[in-house]
């Protein structure tokens, strides 16, 4: 027995040591190895390894002889603040971290675990791809664990990081995933490299400019975050995870109420212009409304003229949705419609009541959004709202105009309480706009055009835009002091912590993809 454990102990010892000099290349490229990952992940001593002395049984061609011991992944189970999660560890070291069958079948028994037990999974990519000396059993692999991320999305929380190589069809896993992670420099993430690339459009094309972090922060909306290094994308990692619950069976975890519901913000009044043409910071509104100014922005580099975060209000998690007018005057557009939507019905998925913070001009008009489907990307959002269950409030903080007053979660799709600032203005269009069309034989004949637009445009907003007469016929709750924001959220949020909706019976929807 005393022989056993020895050889038992040197093996596990090999194993977790891996191979110097690898590891030193990796360091070398400013990488971590993915042991060093997963402690930078988790809590200190939480992680149980799965299947540290599984090895590929492939015949063939180029196949490794030496049949190295964990076959390019590590797996298992540990915590982040005390909760658990399920992980796996590409490691790039061995088999430059490629997918055969057993490296595949891995990674599916942690999924299969994790969905069992109701935890998150965080995955950790570094993967040259596809193990090509075991042909279709790698493309079998990844197909396992396309299904499996299907059958619990909505179920746990999935987070996807890439801090390597993520090519062909290993690229659709962190496409599948609720949120997915990139390290500048490190990472990148394409169906079809540089080199296939060239020899297929003869277009000349560097790693980072096809796939790299920033590019699909700001461009393809692939990337949810992006960092400068190991150390801070783990951080946000551990953030985000705080708070997520961990199925969609249980509620985000709570902090302490802050007494949000009797707490007045003078700032709030000074933000937001009464002029609805000046630009300003949603974000201030939003570090006004949610505990402590602490919030977590979602798709902070996409799609910037709208806003999308998680936060808490009065300790309670809740998602926020808002207009961001410093970018294109806050208006909605083909991009921003598909950000808001997945965020929306992420939120939906796990229980996180919505937050809707309004102050939207239209949709963004043009042969340019008209082509790329700005309505069918407009009815995600759309579809997104009315048929969500969680509790809704919408705020209407300035303006709403049109198609996309109704699509920002109006009381018309659902939204459980509707509250207006005495600024805002509800109508079809703005008054200059309604005025030209409505008088234009007027404008024509009159002497004095000018007079007369300006006289109408009053008589127009005094009429029909302001927010008594949205409130009068019912599709305003109530118009609030701006100040007195934070706490008619957190009061409304309270009110409807309890609500229950079922969804009608039914295979499922057939939301416009």
């Known amino acids: 027995m005393r022989l ?32 060093e990952r997963l402690e930078l992940l988790l809590d200190a001593g939480s992680f149980t390894e799965l299947e540290m002395f599984r090895r590929h049984q492939a015949r063939g061609i180029k196949v490794d002889e030496t049949r190295p ?3 390019g992944v590590i797996v298992g189970s540990g915590t982040i603040d005390g909760r658990r999660v399920f992980v796996y560890a590409q490691d790039f070291t061995i088999c430059g971290g490629s997918l055969g069958a057993a490296h595949a079948a891995k990674i599916h028994k942690v999924m299969d675990l994790a969905l069992a037990a109701g935890a998150p999974i965080v995955a950790l990519n570094d993967s040259g791809g596809a193990r090509i000396q075991e042909g279709v059993l790698s493309l079998d692999g990844y197909g396992g664990i396309f299904r ?16 390597g190589p993520c090519a062909g069809g290993a690229a659709y896993s962190p496409a599948l995933a609720d949120f997915t992670f990139m390290v500048r420099e490190t990472s990148n993430m394409y169906l079809t490299g540089p080199d296939v690339v060239a020899a297929v459009t003869g277009e000349r094309v560097t790693h980072a ?3 790299g972090a920033d590019v699909h922060a700001t461009r393809s909306g692939v990337a949810t975050f992006v ?26 975890p709570a902090a302490q109420p802050q007494g949000a519901v009797d707490d007045i913000r003078p700032a709030l009044a000074d933000i937001v212009p009464a002029e609805p043409n ?5 974000r201030s509104v939003v570090e006004e409304i949610v505990d402590d100014a602490d919030y977590l922005e979602i798709h902070e580099h996409w799609a910037g003229n709208v806003l999308c975060a998680l936060g808490r209000v009065d300790g309670e998690v809740v998602g926020i949705v808002g207009n961001q007018p410093l970018v294109l005057a806050g208006v909605l557009d083909a991009a921003a419609a598909q950000k808001a939507a997945r965020f929306v019905r992420f939120c939906d998925a796990f229980a996180i009541p919505l937050v809707t913070l309004v102050d939207v001009p239209g949709f963004l008009p043009g042969t340019e959004q008209e082509y790329a489907g700005v309505i069918r990307h407009g009815a995600k959002l759309l579809y997104a709202y009315c048929e969500a269950t969680v509790p809704r409030v919408q705020v209407i903080v300035r303006k709403a105009y049109g198609g996309a007053y109704i699509v920002m979660d109006s009381r018309s799709i659902g939204a459980d309480l509707a509250l207006a600032w005495p600024t805002n203005e509800i109508a079809v269009m703005g008054a200059a706009g309604a005025v030209d069309i409505l008088f234009r034989k007027e404008l024509a004949a009159s002497p004095d055009p000018e007079t007369l637009r300006d006289n109408l445009r009053t008589e127009y907003a005094d009429q029909l835009t302001h927010p008594y007469y949205a409130a009068e016929r019912g599709l305003i709750d109530d118009v609030i002091d701006p100040t007195k924001t934070r706490a008619a959220v957190a009061r409304g949020l309270a009110m ?18």
């Open 4 to 35: 056993l454990r020895a050889e038992r102990d040197a093996l596990e010892e090999a194993v977790l040591e891996g191979k110097p000099e690898a590891n030193a290349r990796m360091r070398a490229q400013g990488k971590r190895t993915a042991r």
């Open 69 to 71: 011991h964990s076959d």
């Open 148 to 163: 499996r991320q299907v059958e619990a999305s909505g179920v746990i929380p999935q987070i996807s990081v890439v801090l």
């Open 209 to 211: 400019e096809l796939g």
């Open 227 to 252: 960092h400068d290094d190991e150390e801070s994308c783990f951080e946000d990692v551990r953030y985000l995870l705080s708070l997520l619950p961990a199925n969609n069976l249980e509620t985000p």
């Open 278 to 282: 000046k630009p300003y910071d949603m």
């Open 496 to 513: 409807l912590r309890t609500k229950r909706k079922q969804a009608p019976r039914r295979k499922h929807g057939n939301i416009p993809l």
